[in-house]
């Protein structure tokens, strides 16, 4: 059996030089490898609707973008919205411009609860211009990406600071016109101003007029109004949010159990003052509940004293016990009452002590 000879080489069809690799779709890094895709499948018949179709698939609706350079006139910064997002990216291929493409190198991410940043402080913009001559530049900065933490993983804010710019031209370009001093003189000369046509600059110009005027676009554009009766409505209607004081924040009002230190004393004294009266009157209750008032015969038994009467006889000073609940300080027994054994014995007694 003749076996293949070892190459060094060679490397099978089924070895991991030949898989690809599937990408990381919650990557940042990977959608700026798909706007670079989607940037590079332009081409010259692409009007607004495909650049509104392209920033929807890549900012958020409140994105923004800003940019950041110094030019000879001093440092300049500029910031647009969501709406002037897509002619921005127009503008840079109408001054010439045939590719355009980010490279993102060393970048750092950050996670937050709703939202990705990428910190890359080694980006460079690509641009590939075809003229006024075939000339490469790379634009190089720091680049600041935030990013929704959601499925679309869209951009909400875009801010690239330019450092420095580079402008190649081919060695072949110059070998054709090396004995053309004109055409070397314009070779020499920058075509960008810190990597940026200007078509761009201009436009971000304007950008400094257009983005305040967005509300009355808006407007203008919703309710079909007038751009002078725009302006009024925004005018009043800002008017009225300078005017209008703030309303106060409300702040959370705690309860609070009140003490009721003199009210829960009256209260016990006022339930031991019942307590005590409620056990006087059980006890005079079972005074009262005596033995003759469940025997009938004992039930109206006086008590009797003897003083001295009016003619200085003895009377009777009869004390019936409550149960009969009446009295009789009159001599004699009591009417419709017969007297009782002891009535007698006391009546005997007062008789004798009389004639002694």
């Known amino acids: 059996m003749s076996s293949t000879p070892h190459d060094p080489f060679y490397s099978s069809p089924f ?15 990977y ?37 950041s350079f110094c030019l000879e006139d001093g440092p300049k910064r ?29 970048s750092k991410e950050s996670y937050h609860n709703s ?26 900065g720091r680049l600041i990406l935030e990013f929704t933490f959601d499925d679309l993983m869209r ?11 580079r402008e190649l031209v081919p060695r072949s370009i110059l070998a054709m016109h090396a004995q053309d001093p004109q055409v070397l003189d314009q070779l020499s000369k920058n075509i960008t101003r810190m990597g940026l046509t200007n078509f761009t600059l201009n436009y971000l110009r304007l950008c400094v007029i257009l ?20 302006l009024k409505t ?4 800002k008017w009225q949010r300078m005017v209008a004081p703030p309303e106060p924040a409300r702040q959370p009002t705690t309860k609070r159990r009140k003490r009721k230190n003199s009210t829960s004393s009256t209260s016990n004294s006022s339930a031991g003052n019942a307590a005590n009266s409620a056990g006087s009157k059980k006890k005079t209750a079972a005074a009262n509940l005596s033995l003759t008032s469940q025997v009938p015969g004992l039930g109206a038994t006086p008590n009797r004293s003897l003083s001295p009467g009016r003619d200085g006889d003895l009377c009777q000073s009869t004390a019936v016990t409550p149960a009969g609940q009446f009295k009789e300080k009159h001599g004699g027994a009591l009417k419709g009452v017969p007297p009782s054994p002891a009535q007698r014995l006391v009546v005997l007694a007062g008789g004798l002590s009389e004639k002694m």
């Open 155 to 165: 951009i909400k804010t875009w801010h690239f600071t330019i450092r420095q710019y």
């Open 211 to 230: 983005e305040p005027m967005q509300e009355l676009m808006s407007r203008h554009k919703t309710y079909n109004l007038s751009p002078r009766d725009c």
């Open 78 to 106: 500029y910031t647009i919205g969501r709406t002037l997002i897509p002619r921005y990216f127009s503008t840079v291929f109408e001054g010439g411009v045939t590719d355009l493409y980010y490279i993102l190198k060393h």
């Open 31 to 67: 959608r700026i490898y798909e706007m670079n895709k989607r940037l590079q499948s332009r081409t010259e018949d692409s009007d607004n609707l495909w650049w509104d179709a392209f920033a929807t698939e890549f900012f958020e609706d409140d994105a923004t973008l800003t940019l």
């Open 15 to 29: 070895g991991p030089f030949y898989r690809r690799h599937t990408p990381y779709m919650v990557q940042p890094e």
């Open 115 to 140: 939202s990705i940043t990428v910190d890359c402080d080694q980006c460079a913009m690509v641009t590939q211009h075809g003229k006024p001559m075939f000339t490469k530049v790379c634009t190089e």
């Open 234 to 237: 925004c005018l009043f209607q």
